[in-house]
């Protein structure tokens, strides 16, 4: 009986600590959005560009000379209502 009850402990303990770790190959937007709610791989850079055109926010692209110097750049975002 001891020596079955042995075996037994054995085999429970090697089934417990013999489980192997399975690196998740899923990538970092399938596992935010596991549901694919929004379909990224589906939308290009041009529609993300009209979305924010829409929403009132547009992107200027402007040429600089590469600078000598440091520079500090701050931007001041303002909105006035009525």
């Known amino acids: 009986m001891k020596i079955a009850y042995l075996i037994l402990s054995i085999l429970l303990t ?8 399975k690196k998740d190959t899923r990538t970092k937007l399938q596992k935010q959005d596991p549901q694919n709610s929004y379909q990224s791989d ?4 041009l529609d993300l560009y009209n979305a924010l055109e829409l929403a ?3 992107i200027f692209k402007i040429p600089l000379p590469p600078f000598d110097k440091k520079l500090k ?9 009525n």
């Open 42 to 45: 589906l939308k290009s850079d």
């Open 14 to 21: 090697n089934l417990c600590f013999a489980q192997e770790y």
């Open 56 to 58: 009132g926010i547009n």
């Open 73 to 81: 750049f701050s931007m001041t975002i303002d909105e006035y209502s």
